[in-house]
């Protein structure tokens, strides 16, 4: 079974701080894709990074940037120079490549990110 | 292009009635996902469906729950007997294939409430 955790419930910066959002995940499966979604208060989820299991190199796309570590299952999530139309919940998301499987997405809880003016 | 959709947005019923949730994924999507998101629960999948094959349906919390998908497009959530417990904003996505590169494109999501 697949598992994606996100121990920060809540995070709040001022705008302009940078923010890093954690998640750890869980598969024994070797192939795989993770996920960054958000999902402002009017509800419905944004599809934002993507990364497969085999693609360690991190990158940086505008003001996101992810962080994947294979060694330690983490695929952090940075938002540089925040605004406020970032406050949002942000999910990261599992999905495995097994054949056979309905390779739905397995979610963790969310962080909700205020940005503070 | 036009994205996900769902209908409707909100719907009060009462304990025990019958409800359907509508979904119309993005045009050419052959997988389509139905998705319930509640505060103890957080996002949990429920049935997905590729193309003409027989869903997957282990997802379902119990057997008041069931979808169907006509012509590989329009997508029915059915929650028969409802109950409080079962309030919650199900979500549908859907995705260009079943390829788990692809990303699911979500829909705005209706929300249910059950007195």
């Known amino acids: 079974a697949q598992k994606v955790t996100q121990a920060q419930t809540e995070i709040s910066v001022v705008e302009k701080e940078d923010v890093t959002l954690d998640c750890v995940y869980e598969t024994r499966d070797t192939t795989y894709y993770l996920f960054w979604y958000k999902q402002p208060p009017s509800g419905e989820l944004v599809f934002l990074i993507r990364?497969?299991?085999?693609?360690?190199q991190n990158e940086i796309s505008g003001r996101y940037s992810w962080n994947f570590q294979k060694s330690t299952s983490s695929f952090n999530f940075t938002i540089t120079a925040s605004q406020v139309v970032d406050s949002a919940v942000y999910f990261c998301a599992l999905r495995i490549s097994s054949s056979g499987s309905a390779r739905q997405l397995t979610f963790g809880s969310g962080t909700q990110l205020t940005v503070l003016p | 292009g036009a994205g996900v959709s769902q209908s409707p947005s909100n719907k009060v019923t009462e304990k025990g009635k019958d409800v359907e949730l509508r979904c119309d994924p993005i045009s050419g999507h052959t997988a389509l996902y139905w998705y319930r998101q509640s505060l103890g629960q957080g996002l949990e999948f429920l049935i997905y469906f590729q193309g003409n094959s027989a869903p997957d349906k282990s997802g379902l919390p119990s057997d008041r729950f069931s979808a169907e998908r006509t012509g590989g497009s329009v997508s029915t959530l059915t929650i028969q007997r409802t109950q409080q417990e079962d309030s919650a904003v199900y979500l549908c996505?859907?995705?260009?294939?079943?390829?788990?590169?692809?990303?699911?494109?979500f829909g705005p999501g209706t929300r249910l409430t059950v007195l």
């Open positions: 996505a859907s995705s260009l294939s079943s390829s788990s590169y692809n990303e699911q494109f």
């Open positions: 990364r497969n299991s085999f693609d360690e």
